[in-house]
């Protein structure tokens, strides 16, 4: 036999391959060796052994079958058969008994090199699966730990040892104890008894590594069958920094949403659930952990929406149109406006399984864009009511103008007809009048019904008894003359009369005639704002009843003049040298509400007194000086305070002043307007802080993650982004700081402050545009002011900023802090091109900046030296600049010292 069969090869173990023998006889010597031994043993023991001698052969089967198996052991059964037939059978041995003991010795044989064929396999194959579990244990990316019940390491794999810096040998010996922090000895003590429990222990740990660092990890521990302590140790560092990133972006996500008042969501249309993000529960004002479905959202929806939101969602299921659109919300009976987009998830096969949107809210947006359109639109309206009285206005002078005799019919005529035209009604009448007891004289009528005008008082009917205008002047308006007594008896052929309206005309503050119109368009009553509209007209038009009465009258000249100023829409008032009251016009005794015009209260626009020595009126007559356009507010008698534009000069007799001439303009439209532009910037600048503080979140987030593997072209954008959101930051800033400023919204909270401290600090630690330049400062001990050291220091920021911007670059920039009696001056030089003296008046005006800056680019707005000027003005201080031509520039201000 040349070689062996598979299963005996497994089975004869490592010494068959290690004989030099050929496999053949190797075969042969474990067949046929041990019977031939056993016979041998046998014959030399027979006088001891007889008849007994043949079961030697039973040991020489089963060595045969232990070292061969299967074949060998039932080769040496058979063999042994027949030795014993032929040499040691008992006498009178039957054949039958023989061939049982063959069939034993046989069977005996084969049976023992099975079982012998199967231990072998099971033992390599243990060895095998032990070896592929060690494999397994060294090449496993975790680490591996085994100890004692006592807690020391018996067995610790490559990964694990590499985890912490030491090699085998010097782990296995230590205990686990030797590797945790000392305060989580007890927490290993009540893992251990957890694990004695036949639970796994799953949990984060601390190990000390050999150069003395913790390692966070993750342990998975359990106790072995054969109660040693078994652990797979897991480093949790990446992981915890990717859990750090992903919460830190998930944070900055929900910052920057709050911050730009953006929310996001996502539909699952097959189980209809709808997730939301914590500014979408905000905006929809559902709190977080309710579920919200499909039918939450449209419940939230405006009713007047509702319809047109659920078709664009369907439409965009469908595939018809996207889903982008504005739409209203109802929450606690508040309209809010939301912006909603959409992108729609599909499965593979082009199902639509939901989709995932943001929502904003543009509420603020919506309502200033609405107070924008309310504020245009009576814009317009003012404008085309000023344009209509306007109108009417140089219609009646002109008519006025046009005299050339007593004529006062032409003038009555033009005002009822530009009365008609103000309010589109459809019949006007006007009767002049003075005493109450008489009729009108004279009486113009455009239209109205002869019975009407006698009802309203044309024929002996005295002005008033009607009621429409009472005796004390009072307009009454009423939308059916019908119900009145006096139209009671109007013949049933009479045309109807719907609404009528009655207005008395003043001047100076007494009725001189009645205006009346009847019937406005379209049959609905007169409104306020045609009531407004004529008594506009009324006023302006008693002063041309009383130019042309007096024209045509015995004081002709004079009376011609006096009216010309009365028709001035400006209020003038006249004194002589001895400032005593000569004249003024009905625009000032309706801007003084019939008051002395002498006597009110004259402020400044900071509303400070102005003292009566520097009253424009006493300046003229003192000093002979001109004033134009001077800003004031007066304190009328009422209480009431009215800006105004004051305009003075003297009056001279040759060369002597003999008195003074005021005009004063009231300019509460202009505030209005002004203040209606100041809201508007306001509200534009505070729209914009939010999406620019969001870009420059975003590019700083940007340049934090992207870190050392930004390249320089990357950065370099990221960069510019982040310094244009600055900068533009800073822009708006000052926008809404003067805004402030103009609405007298800024808020102080003065207390004693080191003035050289302030600036110390600001030296030590300069905003990132005065980098590189050195303040050098001079104050005493002692220099404090009483201020709010927020503000003094924005003043101060300001300066700085003013001189690094426009001073020589890299030259120091001098502080003088010096104190005074009741004040501390402050003065702040740098080096560079200076201020032209034109410039110096006009420095601290809003958005002024000079020519020379326009010329070199240099950014700003032209706020900071306005912003520093006014805030110096509200602590009761003030501002000045002095400037030498190509040398220094100093600003120079001043604080009080005490309250």
């Known amino acids: 036999m040349a070689t062996r069969p598979a299963a005996q090869e497994r089975a004869a173990g490592p010494g068959w391959r290690a004989s030099p023998l050929p496999d053949w006889t190797q075969a042969a010597l474990i067949a046929l060796g041990p019977p031939i031994v056993a016979l041998a043993i046998g014959w030399l023991l027979w006088p001891l052994l007889r008849p007994f001698a043949w079961f030697t052969f039973f040991p020489a089967v089963l060595a045969s079958a232990w070292l061969g198996g299967r074949w060998a052991g039932a080769t040496s059964g058979a063999l042994s058969t027949l030795l014993v037939a032929l040499a040691l059978a008992p006498p009178g041995a039957s054949p039958a008994a023989l061939l049982l003991t063959g069939a034993a010795l046989t069977a005996l044989g084969a049976g023992a090199g099975a079982l012998r064929e199967r231990l072998v396999t099971a033992h390599a194959a243990e060895r095998a699966a032990a070896g592929a579990l060690r494999s397994f244990v060294e090449l496993a990316p975790d680490g591996i730990f085994v100890a004692d ?117 996502r539909l699952d249309v097959r189980t209809d659930e709808l997730t939301w993000s914590d500014e979408a529960h905000r905006i929809f004002g559902v709190p977080r952990g309710a579920r919200v479905t499909y039918a939450t959202f449209l419940d939230r929806v405006h009713p007047d929406d509702r319809e047109q939101v659920d078709r664009r969602w369907r439409a965009a299921l469908r595939g018809e149109e996207p889903y982008d659109l504005e739409h209203r919300l109802l929450l606690d009976g508040e309209v809010r406006w939301v912006r909603a987009r959409a992108d729609l998830e599909r499965e593979a096969d082009g199902e639509v399984v939901g989709g995932i949107g943001a929502v904003q809210d543009i509420t603020a947006q919506k309502r200033a864009e609405e107070a924008l359109q309310r504020a245009h639109e009576t814009e317009q309206r003012l404008r085309a009511e000023l344009e209509a009285l306007s109108r009417a206005d140089a219609a009646v002078a002109d008519a006025v103008a046009r005299l050339t005799g007593p004529d006062l019919a032409t003038v009555l005529n033009v005002i009822v007809l530009q009365a008609r035209a103000l309010t589109g009604a459809e019949y006007a009448a006007l009767g002049v009048g003075t005493d109450p007891a008489a009729p009108f004289s004279p009486w ?76 406005a368009p379209g049959g609905r009553a007169f409104s306020e704002e045609d009531e407004r509209r004529v008594h506009q007209l009324a006023a302006r038009t008693g002063v041309a009843i009383e130019t042309a009465t007096l024209y045509v009258g015995e004081a002709g000249q004079r009376s011609w003049l006096q009216s010309v100023l009365e028709q001035m829409p400006e209020a003038i008032v006249v004194i002589d040298r001895e400032e005593r009251l000569r004249m003024h016009n009905h625009a000032a005794a309706f801007l003084f509400h019939g008051g002395d015009p002498l006597a009110h209260e004259l402020r400044d626009p900071s509303g400070a007194r102005v003292p009566e020595a520097q009253r424009p009126l006493r300046r003229v007559l003192r000093e002979g000086v001109t004033v134009v356009r001077a800003e004031h507010v007066i304190a009328t008698a009422s209480g009431e305070h009215v800006p105004v534009l004051i305009s003075a000069t003297p009056i001279r007799l040759g060369h002597e002043v003999v008195g003074a001439v005021e005009l004063l303009q009231d300019i509460r439209e202009q505030k209005e307007l002004e203040r209606l532009r100041e809201e508007w910037t306001s509200i534009v600048a505070h729209d914009l802080r939010q999406p620019v503080g969001t870009i420059q979140l975003a590019a700083d987030r940007l340049l ?85 050291p927020d503000r003094l220091q924005q003043v101060l920021e300001n300066l ?36 032209p003296p034109a410039e110096l008046a006009v ?39 002095e400037s030498v031509p190509d040398r220094t520039t100093t600003f120079r201000f001043t604080l009080p010292r005490r309250p």
Not at 444 to 456: F, H, V, Y
Not at 473 to 489: K, L, M, N, S, Y
Not at 752 to 781: C, I, Y
Not at 867 to 878: D, N, T, W
């Open 800 to 835: 700085l900023s003013n001189a690094v911007k426009y001073g020589t670059p890299g030259a120091d920039i001098q502080v003088d802090v010096a104190p005074r009696d009741d004040e501390v001056e402050v003065a702040v030089t740098n080096a560079g091109p200076g201020i």
């Open 444 to 519: 113009i009528s455009l239209g109205m019904p002869a019975d009407a005008e006698r009802a309203i008082g044309r024929l002996p009917r005295p002005v008033g008894t009607l009621g429409l205008v009472s005796r004390d002047g009072r307009t009454v308006r009423t939308d059916d003359v019908r119900r009145h007594p006096r139209f009671a008896g109007l013949p049933p052929g009479h045309p109807e009369l719907g609404s009528l309206l009655g207005v008395p005309i003043r001047y100076r503050g007494r009725a001189v005639g009645n205006l009346y119109l009847a019937n």
């Open 149 to 265: 019940l006592e807690g020391r390491y018996t067995d610790v794999n490559e990964a694990g040892c590499r985890m912490l810096g030491y090699a085998q040998g010097e782990l296995v010996g230590r205990s686990i104890a030797d590797l945790v922090p000392p305060e989580d000895v007890e927490r290993l003590r009540r893992a251990k008894e957890h694990l004695l429990e036949g639970c796994i222990h799953v949990a984060e740990w601390s190990l000390r590594r050999k150069d003395g660092t913790w390692l966070p990890v993750e342990v998975s521990a359990r106790i072995l069958p054969d109660g040693r302590w078994q652990g797979f140790v897991r480093d949790v560092r990446e992981r915890r920094r990717v859990e750090l990133a992903l919460h830190r972006g998930e944070d900055d996500l929900r910052r920057a949403q709050a911050v730009a008042h953006v929310g996001s969501w």
């Open 704 to 788: 934090a993650l992207g870190g050392a593997r930004l390249s320089a072209q990357e950065r370099g954008p990221l960069e510019r982004i982040r310094s244009c959101a600055v900068r533009l930051g800073r822009m708006i800033a000052d926008l809404l700081e003067a805004s402030r400023l103009e609405a007298g919204r800024l808020s102080l909270e003065p207390r004693v402050v080191d003035v050289g401290a302030v600036v110390t600090t600001l030296a030590e630690h300069p905003p990132a545009e005065q980098a590189g330049r050195r303040v050098v400062l001079s104050a005493p001990a002692g220099a404090t002011a009483w201020a709010d």
């Open 843 to 881: 420095v601290f005006n809003r958005f002024s900046r000079g020519r020379g800056v326009h010329a070199t680019r240099t950014p700003g707005l032209g706020l900071g030296l306005y912003i520093a000027y006014e805030v110096v003005r509200a602590h009761g201080g003030r501002m000045w600049a």
